[in-house]
T-cell receptor, first 113, second 113 residues
Framework: GDSVTQMEGPVTLSEEAFLTINCTYT??????LFWYVQYPGEGLQLLLK?????DKGSNKGFEATYRKETTSFHLEKGSVQVSDSAVYFC????????????FGTGTLLAVQP | SQTIHQWPATLVQPVGSPLSLECTVE??????LYWYRQAAGRGLQLLFY??????ISSEVPQNLSASRPQDRQFILSSKKLLLSDSGFYLC????????????FGPGTRLTVT
């Protein structure tokens, strides 16, 4: 079935370090891909998205490229800040009327000063 | 602009008691609506979704139910709570169309004691 696999966390980095959170997917169709972020005690916020192969989503210094050949959508940031500490979810959405999202299990990022 | 509300923000209920969580969306019409549960340290599990008034689809068998009495109102209920129902409940909405992303509410923290 359709699924999303994220790297296990937690990921602990020092401020200004480079971040990569891996995400791969399995889908029967041609999905749209998303990264959501959840700050402590809050709901999810959309961070970035890509709707077709080779699209690059970007926001707040984060980037992810839709790689159809490797079925991946890895999240990257060149220099993390303490304020980036949160849980990051990769998700896919299949084309169809319901617009359901399939989420990965989430990756906790902890950035230390 | 569109906003999504959930209440209550936190809830502590004894085992066997009933549950009613409410979600409302403002600033849009005919949204798709979703209920997710996030157990401690786990990812998001889609519980129910609705593409219109009175139309509810269940993703997992459980003692929870959902209803959509109005276009922008989505209610999650239970007649008798179980300990395993504890978690963070998130409501989300999306517009119609392939590329619309989901927008999440602030969530309800439910603790069943």
């Amino acid at each position: 079935g359709d699924s999303v696999t994220q790297m296990e966390g937690p990921v602990t980095l020092s401020e200004e370090a480079f971040l990569t959170i891996n995400c791969t997917y399995t889908a029967t169709g041609y999905p749209s891909l998303f990264w959501y972020v959840q700050y402590p005690g809050e709901g999810l916020q959309l961070l970035l998205k890509a709707t077709k192969a080779d699209d690059k989503g970007s926001n707040k210094g984060f980037e992810a490229t839709y790689r159809k050949e490797t079925t991946s959508f890895h999240l990257e940031k060149g220099s993390v800040q303490v304020s980036d500490s949160a849980v990051y979810f990769c998700a896919l959405k299949l084309r169809g009327a319901t617009n359901k999202l399939i989420f990965g299990t989430g990756t906790l990022l902890a950035v230390q000063p | 602009s569109q906003t999504i509300h959930q209440w209550p923000a936190t809830l502590v209920q004894p085992v066997g008691s009933p549950l009613s969580l409410e979600c409302t969306v403002e600033g849009t019409s005919n949204p798709n609506l979703y209920w997710y549960r996030q157990a401690a340290g786990r990812g998001l599990q889609l519980l129910f979704y609705s593409v219109g008034i009175g139309q509810i689809s269940s993703e997992v068998p459980q003692n929870l139910s959902a209803s959509r009495p109005q276009d922008r109102q989505f209610i999650l209920s239970s007649k008798k709570l179980l300990l395993s129902d504890s978690g963070f409940y998130l409501c989300a909405w999306t517009g119609q169309g392939v590329s619309y992303e989901q927008y999440f509410g602030p969530g309800t923290r439910l603790t069943v004691t």
